[in-house]
C-alpha cells in the first residue's frame, strides 16, 4: 500500500519558519515527481511548489516564492517544504502528492496519483 506521510506541522508566530517532511513508501522514489499543496478553511485546496524526479527542476505559487523552498532527499525517500517568512494567510492543511514521472514538474491536483493525509499549519498573527 502507498503512503505519503507528511509531519512537521504545528503552530509558529508570524515572521517564523517550519519545514514540513513528506516520507514516501513509493519505490523507487527518484521515479516520482513530488508536489506540495495546502487548503485553508472554506477554500479550495491550492498549489504550493512542485519539484522532479531529480530535484534538479521547480516551481512555485506566486504567494510563496522566494519564501518556501521545495527538496527531496531520494536516498531517504523523503521531500521537505522549507517555509520562511510565514504569514497568517499560509495558514491551511499542507498535503504532499506524487506520480510516476521521469521528468516535468506538475502544478494541478488532478496530474497527481498519490496522497498523503495532510499537516496542520497554523500562523499566528
Known amino acids: 500500500q502507498v503512503q505519503l506521510v507528511e509531519s512537521g506541522g504545528g503552530l509558529v508566530q508570524a515572521g517564523g519558519s517550519l519545514r514540513l517532511s513528506c516520507a514516501a513508501s513509493?519505490?523507487?522514489?527518484?521515479?516520482?515527481?513530488m508536489g506540495w499543496f495546502r487548503q485553508a478553511p472554506g477554500k479550495e485546496r491550492e498549489f504550493v511548489a512542485a519539484i522532479s524526479w531529480s530535484g534538479s527542476s521547480t516551481v512555485y505559487a506566486d504567494s510563496v516564492k522566494g519564501r518556501f523552498a521545495i527538496s527531496r532527499d531520494n536516498a531517504k525517500n523523503t521531500a521537505y517544504l522549507e517555509m520562511n517568512s510565514l504569514k497568517f494567510e499560509d495558514t491551511a492543511v499542507y498535503f504532499c502528492?506524487?506520480?510516476?514521472?521521469?521528468?516535468?514538474?506538475?502544478?494541478?491536483?488532478?496530474?497527481?496519483?498519490?496522497w498523503g493525509q495532510g499537516t496542520q499549519v497554523t500562523v499566528s498573527s
Open positions: 513509493l519505490r523507487p522514489f527518484g521515479s516520482y515527481a
Open positions: 502528492a506524487a506520480r510516476a514521472a521521469l521528468g516535468g514538474t506538475y502544478q494541478h491536483q488532478e496530474q497527481y496519483r498519490y
